[in-house]
């Protein structure tokens, strides 16, 4: 079975622009970009077209790659204050001169639709999210649109990211399955993965994972995005595996689209909290 992310994000923006209409809210998301990076740029138009689709009005803040830490601190305090702003996005990964922990500390909560920021991070953790990352968040999404319980399944997560992995054991935790985070020193990794009910892969090489490495009838969720001779390909090797797997992600398709559909959803969220505390 292929797990569509791009249908599943489809179908999930449709019923949010109707939300956003019957709510007579105008949710706004502001993204932050410093530098020219051409990846970077192309994920933060998608974004921005993602939010024209949903209906959530779209603001952008672009600093050149010579704009220091202090110049980043001050668009965003500008962000955090200006109360027709609900979402705040800063586009990682930021130069390397940069302090990224302070930038991603100095996002308001409240307007941390990313769900870096250590408050929601903790929230996280501690088992009661209010903003979760958006990666895996779209990936227990697509999980549960087709009927995928992770109670009481093994999981596997390969990375120890703060943008993927280790939110996503967490989310996988707080959904009652019994989970492992592999990483870079994990001794025999296979004879782990090949345990795993549902396996998750973002360790950024390209085709990475093989059919020898999964059980058979597993559910395999690929988040890697690699261009091998111009053709991009997930970190696992998608046409073997499939054979394998009870379910699979594809790549493109399956995992980034449900990305920007959950950025789509936290910042609606964000709006509704906001006019909640706002109106008190």
Known sequence: MILDGKRISEERLAKLKEEIRNSGLFPSLATVIVGDDPASRMYVRMK???????????????????????????????????????????????????????????????????????YNMGCLFLGTPVFSPCTPAGIMTLLSAYGVEPGGMHAVVLGRSIEVGRP???????AHATVTICHSRTRDLPSITQKADILVVAVGKPKFIGPQMVREGAIVVDVGTNRVEGILCGDVDFERVRDVAGAITPVPGGVGPMTIATLMENTFLAARIQACTDAR
């Not at 996503?168 to 707080?174: F, H, P, R, S, V």
């Open 48 to 118: 921005h077209r993602a939010c024209e689709a949903a209906g959530i009005r779209s603001v952008g803040v672009e600093l050149p790659s010579s704009a220091s830490t202090k110049d980043v601190l001050g668009s965003i305090e500008n962000l955090n204050s200006d109360p027709g702003v609900n979402g705040i996005l800063v586009q990682l990964p930021l130069p390397s001169h940069i302090d990224t922990p302070r930038i991603v500390e100095s996002v308001d909560p409240r307007k941390d639709v990313d769900g870096f920021h250590p």
């Open 168 to 174: 996503m054991a967490a989310l996988l935790l707080n």
